[in-house]
């Protein structure tokens, strides 16, 4: 990777120090499953790499004052054999498990993950679904975002040049469905994600419903108008139909080689559907 620069920190204060003085030039890098294929093909170039791998503090899964915490260096690999969050995160979990194949889960990060920003990011809809934060630090202190507010477009976020994601934070959450249509099934690209998350009251109505979904539009979303349109119903197949009805108006695919525009939204509403109705019942496995 000609026109590159390398360099390791050593710890936290390190990273944030060179980030701050670097600002704008410097890269992070850990797993680097996208940076490199980023670098390889001439989408970034003459930076700085600043490997974060000797910042153990930045790894591992932590309950604490009613939150779970991941650290941004934490493998996919570690969700996906994780039985705390198949217990208390069922749908990140979920989403781990079908992360592309077992060598990129043992490199890829949950950070890596979130800061690239694509709308196929499989850890997306689900922390998205929980509600989850992102802790974000610089020289200048630290800031807790909802990850919702995190992603602005593809490749794009609120995360500024001198700072660093250090974790992802959201309450515990043990229910929920995650589906994902790829057009094969290792090393899949993900065509169409959703995540959903039902409560159902006593009547049998939605009480509370979060549906999050991917590669529906240029960043991974939040399908609130699809949401609402279930809120206080039964799960029926005609308050279903809304819900679908509502989804086109969440989503703005885009027209690729992999799909078009027109095959995505009508998938996009027929996923949806499975992953609430997967989530009602309480399923977690396709």
Not at 17 to 43: D, H, Y
Request: hydrophobic share 50%; proline share 3%.
């Amino acid at each position: 990777m000609n026109g590159f620069e390398y360099i390791s920190a050593v710890d936290l204060k390190d990273a944030l120090a060179i980030l701050s003085r670097e600002a704008g030039n410097a890269c992070p890098v850990a797993g680097a499953t996208n940076i490199v294929v980023k670098a390889q093909s001439g989408r970034i170039k003459d930076k700085l790499l600043v490997s974060i791998d000797a910042l153990d503090e930045l790894r591992g899964i932590r309950e604490e004052d009613g939150f779970l915490y991941i650290g941004a260096l934490t493998k996919i690999s570690m969700l996906a054999n994780s039985d705390l969050l198949k217990e208390k995160a069922s749908v990140l979990w979920q989403a781990a498990q079908v992360f592309a194949d077992p060598v990129i889960r043992n490199s890829a990060t949950v950070g890596g993950n979130i800061a690239d920003a694509s709308p196929t990011a499989d850890t997306a809809p689900a922390l998205l679904a929980l509600d989850a934060e992102i802790i974000l630090q610089s020289v200048r202190g630290e800031r807790i975002l909802a990850l919702d507010q995190f992603f602005f477009s593809v490749c794009k976020t609120a995360l500024e040049d001198d700072e660093l994601i250090t974790a992802v934070r959201f309450r515990p959450n043990g229910t929920g469905a995650f589906v994902k249509l790829g057009l094969r099934n290792a090393m899949a690209k993900t065509l169409i994600s959703a995540c959903a998350v039902v409560r159902l009251d006593e009547k049998g109505n939605v009480a509370d419903c979060a549906l999050a979904m991917g590669s529906v539009a240029p960043r991974p979303i939040r399908a609130r108008t699809a949401e609402q349109a279930l809120l206080g119903k039964p799960l029926s197949d005609a308050s279903l139909a809304e819900m679908k009805k509502a989804v086109l108006k969440d989503i703005d695919p885009i027209e690729s080689i992999r799909a078009s525009a027109f095959y995505r939204a009508n998938v996009a509403c027929t996923i949806a559907e499975r992953a609430v109705r997967k989530a009602a019942d309480g399923h977690v496995n396709d």
